[in-house]
């Protein structure tokens, strides 16, 4: 991140739920200047009250022209946010939306058309620094700004550029809602443990240790997921009697999983034409 652009103009964030906590919080460790942050919310976390102490500006008027206004409130409420912002458009302000189906006209069509936008998709993972966000920007929106946009990212992650707008809605279906996903599998595991006899702790503790570690090591394997599940599975064995039903081709993960990307992708195309 501008560190320097950003102290010095100044940081506009709206909205300071669960995601725009973790990115403030990353960009506070990362050497962003407290009275530089400008939040609106209508219902601070006393963490974030807390922070006026340090000097962060909560529901204060805001500065003529920030360096970058981050928009983090959810879909349905970017209707009646927006206006309050309506002034910082016009091109001094960069905007960057992390709102699912909140196309990048429709945030054009209050702005301004002047104004520079990057619309991303970050994923709950970022409370924790392991989130991973993909981002687009309109065009009005240069090279030094797309890096600003990723440096704000950063603090909570991984970024990827995509290079169609229309490829927001998929990336919203996999990596923004998959985490549930994950959270499901989990539930559904340790489920299936205690209906084998584990008690219910135990099944949890197996679990949820079983799906994490997986993920860390198929993220740093030098093989691909589809061999790491063929390196685990001898021929006959307990695996894959198990494997055997979730790789079913009707009933398993394959056709499950695709109606389920598929539902998310397409509430996502909905959120684009609602409001």
């Not at 797309?146 to 440096?151: K, V």
Request: glycine share 12%; with cysteine; net charge negative.
């Amino acid at each position: 991140m501008d560190l320097t652009r950003v102290n010095a103009q100044g940081l506009v964030l709206l909205g300071c739920g669960k995601m725009g906590s973790a990115m403030l919080a990353g960009w506070l460790e990362g050497g962003v200047v407290p009275s530089s942050v400008h939040v609106l919310d209508p219902n601070p976390s006393a963490w974030l009250s807390a922070l006026c102490q340090r000097g962060l500006h909560l529901n204060e008027a805001l500065p003529e022209a920030p360096t970058i206004c981050v928009l983090a409130v959810k879909p349905q409420m970017m209707g009646a946010a927006l206006p309050r912002l309506a002034a910082l458009g016009g091109g001094g302000t960069l905007f960057l939306s992390i709102a699912a189906g909140t196309t990048l006209a429709r945030l054009q069509s209050v702005l301004g058309a002047k104004t520079p936008i990057v619309r991303a998709m970050p994923n709950t993972p970022a409370a924790i620094r392991r989130g991973i966000s993909a981002l687009i920007g309109n065009d009005l929106v240069a090279e030094r700004d797309l890096r600003l946009a990723e440096g704000v990212l950063q603090a909570v992650g991984q970024t990827v550029r995509l290079t169609d707008e229309a490829e927001m809605d998929a990336v919203t279906a996999v990596s923004g809602s998959g985490p549930a996903y994950v959270f499901h599998l989990i539930e559904t595991l340790a489920a299936a443990g205690e209906a084998e006899g584990l008690s219910t702790d135990l099944a949890l503790k197996l679990a949820l240790a079983t799906v994490a570690g997986a993920g860390e090591l198929a993220e740093k394997a030098d093989e691909s997921p589809a061999e790491l599940r063929v390196n685990v599975t001898s021929p006959g064995g307990t695996t894959a009697a198990a494997l055997k039903v979730l790789m079913d081709a009707d009933t398993g993960f394959p056709a499950l999983l695709k109606r389920a990307v598929a539902a998310a992708a397409a509430r996502g195309r909905e959120l684009g034409k609602e409001g």
